[in-house]
């Protein structure tokens, strides 16, 4: 049988040979690096050799020639029909055993009967370990399944089949027969060395004095073993002559891995091309050339791989920003040649306690970028975002963004007019700025607007004035839009007379936009959601509205406190749930909180406390309004109609707003809500352009920070203990995680099945009588389980639901075996009441068959059982 490598070309005849060449040549042994099934038809991955040697012999020894076939084995004392191997039956009993039941021996001829443990393993191992030969009682087995005779081995051992011959004669058929294969093994050793000093201060934030005394440390070993090494090989040569032997021990110390690779020389061979530029007065900012780790990540094949075969270009709709304007009309980018589009992100972070004495004294403004061409599943990973520059705020103030961004710019200039070269490709491939992430603030400072949002003019999308936004909506067509011929004009004016700033919004240009020939400040910045919506319309309304709401004494706040600490949440609410509500909340203005846990408790509370509110009351429909806004704004995909139809939303919760609160002034990101419908017709969904994963990677700073105890030059730290994590993730076997990873698994009988699912079975997996069961399954990173809800199919335009059961994997598939659930849409919840279908109870379902990939969660309210949606789900 032939052994193929998932990651290359490579191919063996014997197991063990493809088990050295994971080690060897693609360096997986760590859990960073999950090890995948040596069956191409499996989707299983581990995290360990071990792991996948058990997982070999429990579930692929038939294909291997039959050692360790299983046997299917019925439980006396319960509804246990499985085929397993006698290891896994004997789990089984002590179950039993371990709920003090009365278990009889299995085997043929014994009539012991044991309900406690260690009785009953002691019998096992006393009558029945040194026996030959053991066969179970017919009952317990099945009549169809000829069992072959029971080896000799110790109990309580999982049987994992041996390497297919000893560890010399692999090595020597392994390729260890020239000299180029001497000494590429020699510099892949050096590599996976290199990789776990990289691991070591990348992802477990080990310091550098740290890592340099453990290398000097496991050095001084090696050499003070030395005598040892001299004794053993005089030993075994049986002579006298010392010269033989210290040239072989000086042979065996050489070629040593750990004594070859210092501190210095793992730098030196992982590290990727940082710049440290300096500036005058002693004030330095780290860049890390764009082109250059452009050049070494287009040379993974994982990443051009999957950055060449993005997803196409859709007709109708707007599924990717590929459907939006900003893109079509970008004449670089809709060139048929494979073109890069990067997304660049701008903000500031504070490294060191916000509310210390350092506070704002390391505060440092990040640049990352990420590949556009990457499908959005992948463009997630926050190993995918790239570092490109860090500064301390500071400077920016003092010097500008001009001086500081112009490594930068230069870079992204020579892209767009020469391009980079890409060697797999043998051409050089030219790309421009697509857009650039940014709150608010970053934003406007960087685009040349006013940071203030007090201004007259305080919009970057239109030319609307504070005391107009109170009267006139976005939808009426009443105000007028930015265009890149009268900013162009407007900053003109502003850079011959600065009094004109005041009439246009307007303090500058801004860079990119003035060197680059395919991006413009006016199309370049999309909202943000998370801090337009999540962090700032939704905890102000909430706020407002809870307190309406108690003062109307529907409830009290220790009522709602109580709901919130006694929910049962599930799944990913479990994660994000909200935190309690402080009493000077109202003051406050808002009920604090980040975006995660204000999403969570805005879509949940209509389960907290919607059966203590009345049904038309006014003060809770604005917040049922701000839900539907938030859904349909957070949506995947979008057609005219869903549009309009948020378009319409966005207006009704402006009306109810200003008609609950009359006293309440409508805010500048109210405005910019209103812009949502026609900015999403230029940069296709919202949630792709959103800032939500680009603030996860200033986590890995600020842990870096508070390993590292050191503040001297911290963007250098940073600079360098980033680049050498890219390094580690970049020399791993494959850069992305595995798109399907499943747990605990288990094969389950077809015939357990209802009958129009084992119907379904046999036919997808060609009349075999057992199928495998995973406990979870994660896929492009969203993980499933048993008893989530899944919305497949509509019925008068809302869609169905069904609650996931069982997780059935077949082949490179996987099965959802789902109850099928009749929904109603309740308006007051803005939820949907769930029961069971009486006509067809069970059914599967494919992956593709999901309106929406994201599961969600069941929740029994008040004898109801009610999910309430993530994001409007488009059927």
């Known amino acids: 049988m032939q052994w193929t490598c998932k990651y290359c070309t490579f191919c063996a005849e014997k197991r063990g040979y493809l088990f050295k060449h994971y080690r060897l040549k693609h360096g997986i042994h760590t859990p960073t690096s999950p090890l995948p099934c040596l069956y191409k038809d499996c989707l299983c991955t581990f995290k360990s050799f071990n792991a996948l040697k058990v997982h070999l012999s429990r579930w692929h020894a038939q294909q291997d020639g039959g050692k360790g076939r299983k046997i299917t084995f019925h439980c006396q004392l319960c509804d246990f029909v499985e085929?397993?191997?006698?290891?896994?039956?004997f789990t089984h009993l002590r179950r039993h055993l371990k709920l003090k039941q009365k278990v009889s021996c299995p085997y043929q001829g014994c009539n012991f009967k044991s309900n406690i443990y260690s009785t009953f393993n002691a019998h096992r191992s006393k009558e029945h370990k040194l026996d030959s030969e053991l066969i179970f009682k017919s009952e317990i087995v099945s009549e169809n399944?000829?069992?072959?005779?029971?080896?000799n081995r110790p109990e309580d051992t999982v049987t994992v089949e041996p390497e297919d011959s000893d560890s010399d004669s692999a090595d020597t058929t392994f390729g260890l027969t020239s000299d180029k294969n001497v000494e590429d093994l020699e510099r892949q050793l050096e590599h996976n060395v290199a990789a776990l000093f990289l691991k070591m201060t990348s992802i477990f934030n080990i310091s550098e004095t740290a890592l340099q005394d453990v290398i000097e440390q496991i050095n001084q070993i090696h050499l003070l073993s030395q005598p040892l090494i001299h004794s053993s090989i005089q030993r075994v040569l049986h002579q006298s002559d010392d010269y033989l032997v210290n040239e072989i021990v000086k042979v065996v110390t050489d070629n040593n891995a750990f004594l070859k690779c210092t501190s210095k020389n793992f730098i030196e061979y992982m590290l990727n091309f940082i710049e440290y530029m300096l500036k005058k007065d002693k004030h330095t900012f780290l860049y890390v050339p764009i082109l250059k780790m452009l050049q070494t990540i287009l040379s993974n094949r994982d990443i051009l791989e999957k950055a060449m075969s993005s997803e196409s270009n859709v007709t109708q709709g707007y599924k990717s920003y590929k459907d939006g304007f900003r893109f079509k009309d970008n004449h670089l980018l809709t060139e048929e040649e494979f073109r890069i589009a990067l997304c660049l992100y701008i903000d500031d972070f504070e490294v060191a306690n916000p509310l210390g004495t350092s506070k704002r004294k390391h505060k440092l403004c990040a640049i990352y970028w990420v590949l556009g061409n990457l499908h959005p599943k992948y463009r997630s990973s926050l190993h995918s975002i790239q570092l490109a520059l860090l500064c301390n705020v500071s400077y920016i103030k003092?010097?500008?963004?001009?001086?500081?961004?112009?490594?930068?710019?230069?870079?992204?200039?020579?892209?767009e007019q020469h391009g980079v070269y890409v060697e797999q490709l043998g051409s050089s491939i030219k790309g421009t700025v697509l857009f650039v992430a940014a709150d608010n603030l970053a934003a406007h400072s960087l685009g040349g607007f006013f940071e203030s949002f007090t201004v007259s003019r305080m919009c970057r999308f239109c030319m609307a004035k504070r005391e107009e936004i109170q009267l006139k909506e976005v939808r009426t067509g009443t105000l007028q839009p930015r265009t890149k011929e009268s900013h162009d004009r407007h900053v003109r004016d502003?850079?011959?007379?600065?009094?004109?700033?005041?009439?246009?919004?307007?303090?500058?240009n801004c860079p990119l936009t003035v060197s680059l020939e395919h991006f413009h400040v006016v199309d370049g910045y999309p909202p943000d959601l998370l801090h337009d919506l999540l962090e700032d319309v939704v905890p102000l309304e909430l706020a407002l509205c809870l307190k309406g709401l108690i003062s109307k004494g529907y409830f009290t706040l220790e009522v709602l406190n109580a709901a919130i600490k006694q929910f049962p949440y599930a799944f990913s609410d479990r994660t994000n749930q909200p935190q309690l509500i402080t009493k000077n909340f109202y003051s406050k203005r808002t009920i604090g909180g980040n975006g995660h846990e204000n999403w969570t408790l805005l879509r949940l509370l209509p389960l907290l406390v919607g059966h203590r509110i009345p049904e038309g009351d006014e003060t809770w429909e604005v917040l049922m309004n701000l839900k539907d806004v938030v859904e349909l704004s957070l949506s995947a995909s979008f057609t005219e109609e869903t549009m309009y139809f948020l378009d319409c939303k966005i207006a009704e919760n402006r009306h109810l707003f200003q008609k609950v609160f009359?006293?309440?002034?409508?805010k500048p990101k109210h405005h910019y809500i209103e812009h949502y419908p026609q900015l999403i017709q230029k940069f296709g969904p919202l949630s792709a352009v959103w800032t939500m994963r680009f603030e996860g990677k200033h986590n890995f700073f600020k842990e870096v920070v508070r390993h590292a105890h050191n503040f001297k030059n911290i963007a250098l730290t940073l600079a360098m203990r980033h680049q050498k994590m890219m390094s580690f993730h970049l020399s791993s076997a494959s850069f992305f995680k595995a798109s399907v990873e499943i747990d605990k698994v288990k094969s389950v009988m077809v015939d357990s099945f209802p009958e129009n699912v084992q119907k379904y079975l046999f036919h997808r997996n060609a009349q075999q009588n057992t199928v495998l069961v995973a406990s979870s399954a994660c896929v492009h990173g969203i993980k499933y389980r048993a008893d989530m809800v899944v919305s497949v199919g509509s019925c008068s335009g809302l869609p169905d639901f069904r609650q996931i059961t069982k997780i059935v994997v077949i082949n490179t598939e996987i099965l959802f075996v789902c109850r099928l659930m009749t929904s109603w849409y309740h308006e007051h919840f803005r939820a949907y009441e769930l029961c069971g279908n009486h006509l067809s109870t069970v059914s599967v379902t494919e992956l593709c068959e999901l309106n929406d990939p994201f599961p969600l969660s069941l929740y029994k309210v008040k004898g109801r059982q009610l999910i309430t949606l993530k994001q409007y789900i488009l059927c």
């Open 662 to 666: 009359p006293n309440e002034t409508i």
């Open 398 to 415: 003092e010097y500008g963004y001009s001086e500081i961004l112009h490594p930068l710019i230069q870079d992204l200039v020579s892209l």
């Open 83 to 89: 085929p397993c191997s006698e290891v896994d039956f």
């Open 145 to 151: 399944v000829s069992e072959e005779p029971r080896t």
């Open 494 to 508: 502003v850079l011959e007379d600065s009094t004109m700033s005041q009439e246009y919004g307007v303090k500058g």
